[in-house]
C-alpha cells in the first residue's frame, strides 16, 4: 500500500548523488560517506578494505532504516591522509583484488576445459 | 654533487624498502597466529571466528597486519575442484581472501547478477482451479534459456518493445478422447516464444518494430520443459500471455540466476598431540578412513574426503578422552564455494559477470568519493 516501489532499492534519484561526503563537525579527520542504493555487500567489504589501512583509526558501516536504501561508513584517520584518500585507495585495492581475482579464475576455467568458452569474454 | 648524493640517497632508502618484507618475517607466537588464521571448532561454540583484519591489531608486537597488494599475490590462489555441465555446478577453492570479499561475491552472485523472467502475465481465458495470480506466480519463477546481455532493462514508464521485453503465449485446453484425457498437466514447455511480440497488442500496450528472430536467432524456451505449472479437466482452458522483463535478484527472487551460491571454510583436523598404542587404534575406529594407524600411530588423512566425520570430530574433541589429542579448525582465508546456477547461464558466465559487477561497484563508488 505504502510500500516503497521495488526499483527506490537500486535506482539513485536524479537529486542525490551516488556517494556524498559528510565532514564530521566534532572529530578531527572523521567523515561520514553516505553511499545511496548500497547494502551490506559493499557495506562490509569496504569497510574490511578500510581497517586493513595502517593510518585508519576507525571505520565502521550501519543500514540506518530497511526502507531507506542507503549506506553510511564512518571513517576516522591518523590524520595522514583525508577520509575521503584512504577510502578511495580502499577502493583502489579492492578493484584491483577483484581483478586478479577474475583473470585467475578465467585462467582456471580454461585450464579446466570449458565447452562454453565463447561465453566468457 | 647534491643531485648524486640525493639519488644515493634515494638508493639507500629503497634498500632499506626492499629489505624490510625480510624483517616482517619474525611472525606472530603461534597462538596469535592460530587465532588469527583459524576457526577453532569447539562442542558447542566456535572460537576466533572474527577475522583479524585491523592493521594495528599486533602493533605492540611489531607486526604489520596492513594489506598490501603484494601480499595479496603472494597468498591467493584460485583452484577449481568440480566443473558439472549436467548439473550446472562450479565448486573451486579461493584461498587468501577476507571473507567479506567471499560473501560480497555470493550476494552478488543471489541477487545482483540479472536475467530474464516473466514478470506481467495477461490472462484471456482461465477456467482452471488455479487462481489467476497464482499462476502469474508460478509462470514468474520458470526459468528461461535467454542470455539477459541481449535486453536492456525495463524500468518505470518504459514503453515495451522487441528491446527489452520477450513475449511467450500459453494457450491449453484439456479434452477427453475415449477414456483418456488429453493434457491434464499444463509443463513449462506449453509455454511458447512469440517473436513477433504480443498478439493483444492493444491490451498489453506492446508493440514489436521487428521480429525479434534477429536477437535470438535460436529462439528461447523456459530451461527445463517438465515443470509442472497446473493441472486441468477436461472442459477446463487456459489461454494467457506472458511478458518477460530483465531484473535482478534483490527485486524479486525468480530473477536469481543461481539455485543456491554458498562457502564453506577448509576444515582441518589437528592432532594435539601424538596418539599411540591402544588409544591410536580406538581413534581409528572412531573415524574410519579419516585416521589411519601406521607404524603404531594415529595419522589424519584428507579431511575434505570426510565430510560426514567433521562433526563427530568436533563432538570427539569436546569428550574427556579425546580433548587433549584431536581438534578440528577451519582456515579463515579458505573458502570452498560453491555456485549453482538455475540453467541459464554456465556458473563460471555467472561467477565472472558477478566480479564484473563488482569491479563496476568499486568504479562508481570512487567517481564519486
Known amino acids: 500500500m505504502n510500500a516503497p516501489d521495488r526499483y527506490e532499492k537500486f ?19 572523521a567523515a561520514t560517506f553516505v553511499i545511496q542504493r548500497e547494502d551490506h555487500t559493499v557495506g562490509n567489504l569496504v569497510r574490511m578494505q578500510l581497517l586493513e589501512d595502517k593510518d585508519i583509526m576507525f571505520a565502521g558501516y550501519k543500514i540506518p532504516h530497511p526502507l531507506q536504501y542507503q549506506l553510511l561508513i564512518k571513517v576516522q584517520t591518523n590524520g595522514s591522509k583525508t577520509p575521503q584518500r ?24 580454461a585450464r579446466f576445459g570449458s565447452g562454453e568458452e565463447s561465453m566468457l569474454a | 654533487m647534491t643531485d648524486e648524493s640525493a639519488g644515493k640517497r634515494r638508493k639507500k632508502q629503497d634498500g632499506k624498502a626492499t629489505a624490510q618484507p625480510a624483517r616482517e618475517e619474525p611472525s606472530l607466537p603461534p597462538h596469535l597466529e592460530l587465532q588469527r588464521t583459524h576457526v577453532v571448532a569447539g562442542a558447542d561454540i566456535n572460537a576466533n571466528t572474527m577475522s583479524a583484519d585491523a592493521a594495528n591489531m599486533f602493533m605492540a608486537l611489531g607486526i604489520d597486519n596492513s594489506w598490501s597488494y603484494e601480499k595479496f599475490l603472494k597468498g591467493f590462489q584460485l583452484r577449481i575442484n568440480k566443473m558439472d555441465k549436467e548439473n550446472a555446478t562450479l565448486e573451486f577453492d579461493i584461498i587468501g581472501i577476507d571473507a567479506s570479499i567471499a560473501n560480497a561475491l555470493r550476494r552478488i552472485l543471489i541477487s545482483e547478477v540479472p536475467t530474464m523472467a516473466i514478470e506481467h502475465v495477461f490472462f484471456v481465458n482461465n477456467t482452471s482451479i488455479i487462481a489467476d495470480e497464482m499462476l502469474a506466480h508460478r509462470l514468474g519463477l520458470v526459468p528461461l534459456q535467454v542470455d539477459p546481455n541481449l535486453f536492456e532493462w525495463k524500468q518505470g514508464e518504459d514503453v515495451a518493445s522487441e528491446r527489452n521485453t520477450i513475449v511467450m503465449g500459453l494457450n491449453i485446453a484439456c479434452r477427453r478422447e475415449g477414456t483418456k484425457m ?62 518477460c522483463i530483465k531484473g535482478q535478484g534483490r527485486e524479486h527472487a525468480k530473477w536469481s540466476p543461481v539455485a543456491t551460491a554458498w562457502y564453506r571454510l577448509n576444515p582441518e583436523v589437528v592432532l594435539l598431540q601424538e596418539v599411540g598404542g591402544d588409544a591410536a587404534e580406538d581413534l581409528a575406529a572412531e573415524l574410519p578412513g579419516l585416521i589411519v594407524v601406521q607404524d603404531g600411530k594415529a595419522c589424519v588423512t584428507d579431511p575434505r574426503a570426510h565430510d560426514i566425520l567433521l562433526e563427530k570430530v568436533r563432538r570427539l574433541s569436546s569428550e574427556e578422552r579425546w580433548a587433549p589429542y584431536i581438534q578440528l579448525r577451519k582456515r579463515k582465508d579458505h573458502f570452498i564455494f560453491t555456485v549453482e546456477s538455475t540453467g541459464i547461464l554456465p556458473p563460471e558466465v555467472l561467477l565472472q559477470r558477478a566480479l564484473d559487477i563488482m569491479i563496476h561497484k568499486c ?5 564519486d568519493v
Not at chain 1, 90 to 104: F, N, W, Y
Not at chain 2, 186 to 198: A, M
Not at chain 2, 216 to 237: H, S
Open chain 2, 363 to 367: 568504479q562508481e563508488l570512487l567517481k
Open chain 1, 11 to 29: 535506482v539513485v534519484p536524479e537529486h542525490l548523488l551516488k556517494v556524498e561526503v559528510r565532514k564530521d563537525t566534532k572529530v578531527a579527520d
Open chain 2, 182 to 243: 488429453i493434457n491434464t498437466d499444463v509443463l513449462s514447455s506449453e509455454l511458447k516464444w512469440l517473436p513477433e511480440g504480443s498478439e493483444l497488442p492493444d491490451e498489453t500496450l506492446c508493440r514489436f518494430v521487428s521480429s525479434q528472430a534477429e536477437i535470438l536467432p535460436n529462439g528461447m524456451a523456459p530451461t527445463v520443459d517438465n515443470i509442472l505449472l497446473a493441472r486441468l479437466r477436461p472442459g477446463q482452458c487456459i489461454h494467457l500471455e506472458a511478458h
Open chain 1, 86 to 109: 584512504a577510502v578511495q585507495s580502499a577502493i583502489g585495492s579492492l578493484e584491483e583484488e577483484l581483478r586478479d581475482i577474475r583473470e585467475k579464475f578465467l585462467a582456471d576455467v
